[in-house]
T-cell receptor
């Protein structure tokens, strides 16, 4: 399985960009990088995913390095409501293609 | 549009009783997943459905746990003879599976919080 490594926690000032790193050095083939977040007492919320190219949507941007061994999730203007656990997941190409969640990064946005 | 709906949102049961947890996936989503999350822990995969069949049951912790899906839509997770260690939030997710299934995001419900006393 392609595993991911994320810092356990990060702080970000409100209104600033939050840049969350993820290492996935064993990623291979057609494995996608997915990002989810989980706010207390809620189910995980899908943010964005990508394969090779950088991706952007209304929530965030995903920057994937050319060798695909790492990626960065960017929240351009973090708000207090962005405080959550952020999960970087490499979706393994096996039957069911289930998402395997790690420990994630606790992002604390502070005013 | 409507997201993944789970019921009940909270369930308190006595040890030894059976419980049923329900998941209504997003309309048209063919894949359905069950996860659980114990207090302060990560998400643990339980079972995956494609249509009404379950090709991957590898995460079910014991034979007290079972799940079914009917009509390619609603799914029920059943826990028999509940134990205190079954206390957790049970999460359901669905995805629209196309030709490249790993390109279809999973969308989660807010879960059922099960407390076994």
């Amino acid at each position: 399985d392609a595993k991911t490594t994320q810092p356990p926690s990060m702080d970000c000032a409100e209104g600033r960009a939050a840049n969350l790193p993820c290492n996935h050095s064993t990623i291979s083939g057609n494995e996608y990088v997915y990002w989810y977040r989980q706010i207390h007492s809620q189910g995980p919320q899908y943010i964005i995913h990508g394969l090779k190219n950088n991706e952007t949507n209304e929530m965030a941007s995903l920057i994937i390095t050319e060798d695909r061994k790492s990626s960065t999730l960017i929240l351009p203007h973090a708000t207090l409501r962005d405080t959550a656990v952020y999960y970087c997941i490499v979706r393994v190409e096996v039957e069911g293609n289930k998402l395997v969640f790690g420990a994630g990064t606790i992002l604390r946005v502070k005013s | 549009g409507a997201g993944v709906s789970q019921s009940p949102s909270n369930k308190v049961t006595e040890k030894g009783k059976d419980v049923e947890l329900r998941c209504d996936p997003i309309s048209g989503h063919t894949a359905l997943y069950w996860y659980r999350q114990s207090l302060g822990q990560g998400l643990e995969f339980l079972i995956y459905f494609q249509g009404n069949s379950a090709p991957d049951k590898s995460g079910l912790p014991s034979d007290r746990f079972s799940a079914e899906r009917t009509g390619g839509s609603v799914s029920t997770l059943t826990i028999q003879r509940t134990q205190q260690e079954d206390s957790a939030v049970y999460l359901c997710a669905s995805s629209l599976v196309g030709g490249l299934s790993y390109n279809s995001p999973l969308h989660f419900g807010n879960g059922t919080r099960l407390t076994v006393t």
